[in-house]
C-alpha cells in the first residue's frame, strides 16, 4: 500500500511535470534551436468574414489577424500592456498629456512604394477622426470617429513630425492610437482612392494583398518590407498566407487534423469543446490568449423597460453567471465579477451585481408597482446560429426563473449590427469592452466621447452621433464619466486605477449593463509551423502572444515540404 | 408548328424570369427603411442621395426594375455596398459561378453515370433479390443528407485516412488532380441523393416502359435483352430522369450553400447567403436573376431534349 502511494506520488509528479511543460510549451512555444527556413505557405481557417478594409470596416478577430498581415499599426502593444512606438519611431507628449508628437520611423514604405512619412499620418489620423469625410475627400470613418474624438487637431510639423491636440489631457492616449489593434497605417492612395478603399487594403506590413472576397483574404509576401530578423535576414520568412472563413468549427477542426489548414483560430464562445480536442492533439500546439475579452449585456437606458433601474436591476440579479458559464463554456472562462476581467485596470468587484434570484424577483415587482407592467423584453440572436440561440435561451430561462419574460428576436447578423448601433434594442448581448487599458473600454460607457467639447469637428454634422453611438447601453452617466476623463488625466499610475475602479463601481451600481462571462481565443497549429511569438518588437521587448487578433505572422515560418 | 412551339416554351420562360426578378425587385420596395441606409448604413445623407438616384430607388418600382433589367441584360448586375467603395457584384460572380457549374456538372456526371445503369438494371431485375437490394439501399441513402455525408467523408477520407483534402477549391490552373482532389468529396457529397432519386426515378419509367407492347415485340423478333433496354426502353424512359436532372441543375448552383460552407468551395450559394446576411439587395437580386435564368435555360434544353428523345412528348405538348 505504502509502495503503491509512493508509486503514485511518482506518477502524479511525473504527469504534473509532463503537464507544466506541456503548459510552458503552450504558453510560450519556441523553436530557438531551429533556424528559420524562407519560402513555403500556410493555410489559416479562421471564423470571420472579411468585411472590408476601409476605416468604418471593423475587421473583428481573426479577420482582423488576417488583416494585420497587410497592416501594421503606429504602436504596439507590449505582453506587459505597454503601448511602444513601432510604425512611428519616437513619441513625445506635453507635460499636460494634451499634445502629443509623433515621429514616422524613416525608411518604411507602403506597398504601392510610396514612403510613410508626416503626410500619411496626417491622413490616416484625419480619416479616422472625419475630417476627410467632411471635405467629401475620404469614406466615413465609421466608430473611428467616436474613438478618436478628443482630437481636436492635427498638425504637421516636418516632414517626419505630426503634432496631436487633445481637447482632454489623456496620458493613455497611445492606447487610442493602437485601439486594440485596429488603428492601421494605411497609404493615403487607399484612403483617398475613392470605390477602392474597402477592396484594395494597401498598408506597410510583412504581406502585401493577391486577392479578398467575403470569405478568402490572400496574401504574399513583401519583398521590401522594412523589418529584419535578428540575423540580419529578410522578413516575412513565409511567401504567402491564404486565409480562408470557416464558419463551421468542424470545417475548421477536420482541415487541421487533414492536413488542410496548417493554422486554425478558435473561439471559447461556443468552441470549447473542440479546442479542448485539439490540446490533446499530439499534433497540434494550442495557445490561448489571456481572458481580456468582456462580452457584454447591454440593457438599453434610453427605452422601457430599461430606462428603469429596477428593471435593469432585475436582469442582472436574475442571471446565475456561475450556472451560465458552466453549462455554456464548460467551465473554460472564468464567471464575471466585474463588467471587465481582472486584467483590466478598470476591474471593481465592488458594486457589480451578482445572481440573488430573490432580489431579482424582488426587483421585478418593484418595476410593476412602479410602471404598473410586468417585466418583459426582446433579446436578439443570430438568426441559424445554434451557440447564438442556445446562449440566448440559456438567459431566457434565467429570467422566466424571476418572473421576467424575455422575448426571443432572430435576426441576422448585419440587421444585429444595424439596429444596435443606433441602439434601438431593449437588451442584447455583444463583446465590445476587451483589453488591459481603457482605449477600448471608455467609448463603450461614455455619452460623449469627445469630452463635451462643443466645437469639435463633427459637432454640427450628421456624424455627431459617433460621439455617444459606441455606448449600447446608450446611458448618461455624469458621476462614472467625469471619473474616467479624471483617470485618463491623472498620471500616476495608482491614483488613476482607483479612479477608474470609481467608475466601474458606478456604473455596476446603477446596473448600467452587466457581464456573464469572460473569453479568449485560442489558435492550434500544426507541427510543421515555426517562430510562433519568437520575433520581438524593434524597441525591444515581445508582443502578446495571442490575443483576439491571433498571432503575428511576421516571423512565423514552416517547416519540411 | 414546331418553332411556334419553342418560341412559346421560350415566351413562357421569359415570363418566369420576369415574375422573378420583378418580384425580388419589389421586395426592395417594400423594406421599410431606406434600401440607401442600409447599404450605406455609415454613409452621409448625401451619399445615400446619390445612391438612391444611381440605383434607380427614386424612380419608384416600374423605373427602378426597368433601370435594373436594362444594366442586367447588358451584364452590370450592379454593385455590392461597402462602407469604403464597392465591387462590382459581376467579379464576385466571376470567381463563383465557374466554382457552381463544376460542382453541379460534376455532381450530375457523376449521378446519372451511376443511376442510369442501376435503374435500368434495378427494372430489369425487377422484383428479384437484386431489385430489392438496390432498391433498399437506395431507399436508405435518399434519406441521408447531403451534409451528413460530406460530415462523414470528412472524418473518414479527409481525417483518418488523410486521402483528399476537406477544404478548398483548385481551379484546373493548379492542375487537374489539385482540381478534381478537391472536388471528390463535395461532389460525391451531393450525388448521393440524386443517385438515389434519378434511380428510382429511372426504375419506375421502365418498369412501365417494359410493360408496353412494342417491347413484347421486339423480345419477340428476337432481339437481344441488351437492345432492347437501352435501345427501345431506355429512351422513352428518361425523360422523367433528364427533366428532374434539369431542375436540380439549377438548384445546384444556387442552392448548395451547406456543401460549399462545408467544404469551403463557396460558389454562386454563398454569394446568396452573403448576400442576404449582407443585406446586399441589389446584388441578391441579380443573383437570384440569375439563377432563375439557368432554371429556366434548362428547362427548356430538357424540353428540346425529351422532344428527340422521344418524339411523343413533343407531339403531345404542340398538340395540348
Given at each position: 500500500m505504502k509502495h503503491l502511494f509512493r508509486g503514485g506520488r511518482r506518477k502524479v509528479a511525473a504527469v504534473m511535470a509532463v503537464a507544466l511543460v506541456a503548459s510552458l510549451s503552450?504558453?510560450?512555444?519556441?523553436?530557438?534551436?531551429?533556424?528559420?527556413?524562407?519560402?513555403?505557405?500556410?493555410?489559416?481557417?479562421?471564423?470571420?468574414?472579411?468585411?472590408?478594409?476601409?476605416?468604418?470596416?471593423?475587421l473583428a478577430n481573426s479577420s482582423l489577424m488576417a488583416g494585420r498581415t497587410i497592416y501594421e499599426t503606429w504602436v504596439e502593444q507590449r505582453v506587459?500592456?505597454?503601448?511602444?512606438?513601432?510604425?512611428?519611431?519616437?513619441?513625445?507628449?506635453?507635460?499636460?498629456?494634451?499634445?502629443?508628437?509623433?515621429?514616422?520611423?524613416?525608411?518604411?514604405?507602403?506597398?504601392?512604394?510610396?514612403?510613410?512619412?508626416?503626410?500619411a499620418l496626417v491622413t490616416n489620423l484625419q480619416a479616422l477622426r472625419g475630417a476627410l469625410t467632411l471635405l467629401g475627400k475620404a469614406p466615413s470613418p465609421g466608430t473611428a470617429g467616436g474613438f478618436t474624438a478628443n482630437i481636436t487637431e492635427v498638425i504637421k510639423v516636418s516632414d517626419s513630425a505630426v503634432q496631436v491636440n487633445l481637447y482632454r489631457p489623456q496620458v493613455d492616449f497611445l492606447e487610442t492610437l493602437y485601439a486594440s489593434?485596429?488603428?492601421?497605417?494605411?497609404?493615403?492612395?487607399?484612403?483617398?482612392?475613392?470605390?477602392?478603399?474597402?477592396?484594395?487594403?494597401?498598408?506597410?506590413?510583412?504581406?502585401k494583398l493577391v486577392s479578398t472576397k467575403l470569405n478568402e483574404l490572400v496574401v504574399t509576401?513583401?519583398?521590401?518590407?522594412?523589418?529584419?530578423?535578428?540575423?540580419?535576414?529578410?522578413?516575412?520568412?513565409?511567401?504567402?498566407?491564404?486565409?480562408?472563413?470557416?464558419?463551421?468549427?468542424?470545417?475548421?477542426?477536420?482541415?487541421?487534423?487533414?492536413?488542410?489548414?496548417?493554422?486554425?483560430?478558435?473561439?471559447?464562445?461556443?468552441?470549447?469543446?473542440?479546442?479542448?480536442?485539439?490540446?490533446?492533439?499530439?499534433?497540434?500546439?494550442?495557445?490561448?490568449?489571456?481572458?481580456?475579452?468582456?462580452?457584454?449585456?447591454?440593457?438599453?437606458?434610453?427605452?422601457?423597460?430599461?430606462s428603469s433601474k429596477n428593471a435593469r436591476l432585475a436582469v442582472s440579479y436574475a442571471i446565475d453567471r456561475v450556472d451560465y458559464n458552466k453549462v455554456r463554456n464548460r467551465d473554460y472562462v472564468s464567471a464575471a465579477k466585474s463588467i471587465v476581467g481582472p486584467a483590466n485596470i478598470m476591474y471593481n468587484e465592488k458594486g457589480f451585481i451578482q445572481y440573488d434570484l430573490k432580489k431579482a424577483k424582488d426587483a421585478a415587482a418593484a418595476y410593476k408597482t412602479e410602471t404598473g407592467k410586468d417585466l418583459e423584453f426582446s433579446f436578439p440572436y443570430t438568426a441559424g446560429s445554434t451557440e447564438s440561440l442556445a446562449n440566448a435561451t440559456q438567459i431566457q430561462k434565467y429570467m422566466t426563473a424571476a418572473g421576467i419574460k424575455m422575448n426571443l428576436l432572430p435576426l441576422t447578423t448585419a440587421e444585429i449590427i444595424q439596429r444596435a448601433f443606433p441602439q434601438q434594442f431593449q437588451a442584447m448581448a455583444l463583446l465590445l469592452m476587451e483589453g488591459a487599458g481603457t482605449a477600448f473600454i471608455a467609448p463603450f460607457i461614455t455619452s460623449d466621447t469627445s469630452g463635451g467639447n462643443q466645437t469639435h469637428i463633427l459637432r454640427k454634422t450628421p456624424l455627431a452621433?459617433?460621439?455617444?453611438?459606441?455606448?449600447?447601453?446608450?446611458?448618461?452617466?455624469?458621476?462614472?464619466?467625469?471619473?474616467?476623463?479624471?483617470?485618463?488625466?491623472?498620471?500616476?499610475?495608482?491614483?488613476?486605477?482607483?479612479?477608474?475602479?470609481?467608475?466601474?463601481q458606478q456604473i455596476q451600481t446603477e446596473a448600467r449593463l452587466t457581464t456573464?462571462?469572460?473569453?479568449?481565443?485560442?489558435?492550434?497549429?500544426?507541427?510543421?509551423?515555426?517562430?510562433?511569438?519568437?520575433l520581438g518588437l524593434t524597441q525591444g521587448g515581445q508582443r502578446k502572444l495571442m490575443t483576439n487578433f491571433g498571432i503575428d505572422f511576421t516571423g512565423v515560418w514552416k517547416s519540411g515540404k | 408548328m414546331r418553332a411556334a412551339y419553342y418560341l412559346q416554351r421560350s415566351a413562357q420562360?421569359?415570363?418566369?424570369?420576369?415574375?422573378?426578378?420583378?418580384?425580388?425587385?419589389?421586395?426592395?420596395?417594400?423594406?421599410?427603411?431606406?434600401?440607401?441606409?442600409?447599404?450605406?448604413?455609415?454613409?452621409?445623407?448625401?451619399?445615400?442621395?446619390l445612391l438612391t438616384s444611381e440605383i434607380g430607388l427614386d424612380r419608384g418600382p416600374i423605373g427602378y426594375y426597368i433601370k435594373w433589367l436594362g444594366e442586367f441584360v447588358r451584364g452590370d448586375f450592379g454593385d455590392i455596398y461597402y462602407s469604403g467603395g464597392r465591387e462590382a457584384v459581376s467579379s464576385r460572380l466571376a470567381v463563383a459561378f465557374p466554382r457552381s457549374m463544376w460542382l453541379m456538372i460534376y455532381t450530375q456526371v457523376l449521378a446519372l453515370a451511376i443511376a442510369i445503369p442501376l435503374g435500368v438494371w434495378s427494372a430489369y431485375r425487377v422484383g428479384r433479390r437484386t431489385d430489392r437490394v438496390i432498391s433498399n439501399v437506395l431507399f436508405a441513402l435518399s434519406s441521408v443528407p447531403s451534409f451528413a455525408i460530406a460530415l462523414v467523408l470528412v472524418l473518414l477520407v479527409g481525417v483518418r485516412w488523410q486521402l483528399l483534402p476537406t477544404l478548398d477549391y483548385q481551379p484546373y490552373s493548379s492542375g487537374i488532380w489539385e482540381h478534381f482532389k478537391h472536388m471528390i468529396m463535395p461532389v460525391v457529397s451531393l450525388s448521393v441523393g440524386l443517385i438515389a432519386s434519378y434511380t428510382r426515378l429511372l426504375r419506375a419509367d421502365m418498369i412501365a416502359t417494359l410493360r408496353e407492347d412494342y417491347i413484347t415485340m421486339a423480345a419477340s423478333k428476337g432481339l437481344s435483352d441488351r437492345r432492347i433496354l437501352w435501345r427501345h426502353a431506355f429512351r422513352p424512359s428518361s425523360v422523367t430522369l433528364f427533366t428532374s436532372a434539369a431542375l436540380n441543375m439549377g438548384g445546384l448552383i444556387g442552392g448548395a450553400i451547406v456543401i460549399e460552407t462545408i467544404f469551403a468551395t463557396y460558389g454562386v450559394g454563398f454569394e446568396v447567403f452573403a448576400a442576404i446576411s449582407g443585406r446586399?439587395?441589389?446584388?441578391?437580386?441579380?443573383?437570384?436573376?440569375?439563377?432563375?435564368?439557368?432554371?429556366?435555360?434548362?428547362?427548356?434544353?430538357?424540353?428540346?431534349?425529351?422532344?428527340?428523345?422521344?418524339?411523343?412528348?413533343?407531339d403531345r405538348r404542340i398538340n395540348a
Amino acid at each position: 500500500m505504502k509502495h503503491l502511494f509512493r508509486g503514485g506520488r511518482r506518477k502524479v509528479a511525473a504527469v504534473m511535470a509532463v503537464a507544466l511543460v506541456a503548459s510552458l510549451s503552450q504558453v510560450a512555444p519556441t523553436s530557438a534551436a531551429e533556424t528559420p527556413k524562407t519560402g513555403g505557405t500556410l493555410s489559416v481557417g479562421i471564423f470571420d468574414s472579411f468585411p472590408g478594409y476601409c476605416m468604418a470596416d471593423n475587421l473583428a478577430n481573426s479577420s482582423l489577424m488576417a488583416g494585420r498581415t497587410i497592416y501594421e499599426t503606429w504602436v504596439e502593444q507590449r505582453v506587459d500592456g505597454k503601448i511602444v512606438p513601432y510604425v512611428l519611431s519616437a513619441v513625445e507628449n506635453s507635460t499636460d498629456f494634451k499634445q502629443w508628437k509623433l515621429t514616422v520611423r524613416p525608411g518604411v514604405l507602403f506597398h504601392d512604394g510610396t514612403p510613410v512619412n508626416a503626410d500619411a499620418l496626417v491622413t490616416n489620423l484625419q480619416a479616422l477622426r472625419g475630417a476627410l469625410t467632411l471635405l467629401g475627400k475620404a469614406p466615413s470613418p465609421g466608430t473611428a470617429g467616436g474613438f478618436t474624438a478628443n482630437i481636436t487637431e492635427v498638425i504637421k510639423v516636418s516632414d517626419s513630425a505630426v503634432q496631436v491636440n487633445l481637447y482632454r489631457p489623456q496620458v493613455d492616449f497611445l492606447e487610442t492610437l493602437y485601439a486594440s489593434g485596429r488603428f492601421f497605417v494605411r497609404a493615403p492612395s487607399q484612403i483617398l482612392g475613392g470605390a477602392k478603399c474597402s477592396t484594395t487594403p494597401i498598408g506597410t506590413g510583412p504581406f502585401k494583398l493577391v486577392s479578398t472576397k467575403l470569405n478568402e483574404l490572400v496574401v504574399t509576401k513583401n519583398a521590401s518590407y522594412w523589418r529584419k530578423d535578428p540575423s540580419g535576414a529578410s522578413l516575412p520568412y513565409l511567401d504567402g498566407i491564404t486565409f480562408t472563413f470557416l464558419v463551421e468549427t468542424a470545417s475548421r477542426v477536420s482541415g487541421l487534423k487533414s492536413k488542410s489548414l496548417d493554422i486554425a483560430m478558435f473561439t471559447s464562445a461556443g468552441e470549447v469543446k473542440q479546442i479542448r480536442d485539439l490540446q490533446k492533439n499530439k499534433n497540434m500546439t494550442v495557445i490561448e490568449s489571456p481572458e481580456e475579452y468582456y462580452p457584454s449585456i447591454w440593457l438599453n437606458n434610453r427605452i422601457a423597460p430599461f430606462s428603469s433601474k429596477n428593471a435593469r436591476l432585475a436582469v442582472s440579479y436574475a442571471i446565475d453567471r456561475v450556472d451560465y458559464n458552466k453549462v455554456r463554456n464548460r467551465d473554460y472562462v472564468s464567471a464575471a465579477k466585474s463588467i471587465v476581467g481582472p486584467a483590466n485596470i478598470m476591474y471593481n468587484e465592488k458594486g457589480f451585481i451578482q445572481y440573488d434570484l430573490k432580489k431579482a424577483k424582488d426587483a421585478a415587482a418593484a418595476y410593476k408597482t412602479e410602471t404598473g407592467k410586468d417585466l418583459e423584453f426582446s433579446f436578439p440572436y443570430t438568426a441559424g446560429s445554434t451557440e447564438s440561440l442556445a446562449n440566448a435561451t440559456q438567459i431566457q430561462k434565467y429570467m422566466t426563473a424571476a418572473g421576467i419574460k424575455m422575448n426571443l428576436l432572430p435576426l441576422t447578423t448585419a440587421e444585429i449590427i444595424q439596429r444596435a448601433f443606433p441602439q434601438q434594442f431593449q437588451a442584447m448581448a455583444l463583446l465590445l469592452m476587451e483589453g488591459a487599458g481603457t482605449a477600448f473600454i471608455a467609448p463603450f460607457i461614455t455619452s460623449d466621447t469627445s469630452g463635451g467639447n462643443q466645437t469639435h469637428i463633427l459637432r454640427k454634422t450628421p456624424l455627431a452621433v459617433l460621439y455617444g453611438i459606441l455606448n449600447l447601453s446608450a446611458f448618461t452617466d455624469t458621476v462614472s464619466e467625469d471619473l474616467i476623463w479624471q483617470a485618463k488625466a491623472e498620471p500616476n499610475a495608482a491614483k488613476r486605477k482607483a479612479l477608474y475602479g470609481k467608475a466601474t463601481q458606478q456604473i455596476q451600481t446603477e446596473a448600467r449593463l452587466t457581464t456573464i462571462s469572460y473569453q479568449k481565443y485560442a489558435l492550434a497549429y500544426r507541427t510543421n509551423v515555426k517562430g510562433v511569438g519568437e520575433l520581438g518588437l524593434t524597441q525591444g521587448g515581445q508582443r502578446k502572444l495571442m490575443t483576439n487578433f491571433g498571432i503575428d505572422f511576421t516571423g512565423v515560418w514552416k517547416s519540411g515540404k | 408548328m414546331r418553332a411556334a412551339y419553342y418560341l412559346q416554351r421560350s415566351a413562357q420562360l421569359l415570363i418566369v424570369v420576369f415574375c422573378v426578378t420583378f418580384g425580388c425587385s419589389l421586395l426592395l420596395q417594400l423594406i421599410p427603411v431606406s434600401p440607401a441606409e442600409i447599404l450605406l448604413p455609415v454613409g452621409s445623407p448625401e451619399e445615400r442621395a446619390l445612391l438612391t438616384s444611381e440605383i434607380g430607388l427614386d424612380r419608384g418600382p416600374i423605373g427602378y426594375y426597368i433601370k435594373w433589367l436594362g444594366e442586367f441584360v447588358r451584364g452590370d448586375f450592379g454593385d455590392i455596398y461597402y462602407s469604403g467603395g464597392r465591387e462590382a457584384v459581376s467579379s464576385r460572380l466571376a470567381v463563383a459561378f465557374p466554382r457552381s457549374m463544376w460542382l453541379m456538372i460534376y455532381t450530375q456526371v457523376l449521378a446519372l453515370a451511376i443511376a442510369i445503369p442501376l435503374g435500368v438494371w434495378s427494372a430489369y431485375r425487377v422484383g428479384r433479390r437484386t431489385d430489392r437490394v438496390i432498391s433498399n439501399v437506395l431507399f436508405a441513402l435518399s434519406s441521408v443528407p447531403s451534409f451528413a455525408i460530406a460530415l462523414v467523408l470528412v472524418l473518414l477520407v479527409g481525417v483518418r485516412w488523410q486521402l483528399l483534402p476537406t477544404l478548398d477549391y483548385q481551379p484546373y490552373s493548379s492542375g487537374i488532380w489539385e482540381h478534381f482532389k478537391h472536388m471528390i468529396m463535395p461532389v460525391v457529397s451531393l450525388s448521393v441523393g440524386l443517385i438515389a432519386s434519378y434511380t428510382r426515378l429511372l426504375r419506375a419509367d421502365m418498369i412501365a416502359t417494359l410493360r408496353e407492347d412494342y417491347i413484347t415485340m421486339a423480345a419477340s423478333k428476337g432481339l437481344s435483352d441488351r437492345r432492347i433496354l437501352w435501345r427501345h426502353a431506355f429512351r422513352p424512359s428518361s425523360v422523367t430522369l433528364f427533366t428532374s436532372a434539369a431542375l436540380n441543375m439549377g438548384g445546384l448552383i444556387g442552392g448548395a450553400i451547406v456543401i460549399e460552407t462545408i467544404f469551403a468551395t463557396y460558389g454562386v450559394g454563398f454569394e446568396v447567403f452573403a448576400a442576404i446576411s449582407g443585406r446586399q439587395y441589389i446584388a441578391l437580386q441579380s443573383i437570384v436573376g440569375l439563377i432563375s435564368i439557368f432554371y429556366v435555360l434548362f428547362n427548356l434544353i430538357v424540353d428540346v431534349a425529351a422532344g428527340y428523345v422521344d418524339p411523343r412528348t413533343r407531339d403531345r405538348r404542340i398538340n395540348a
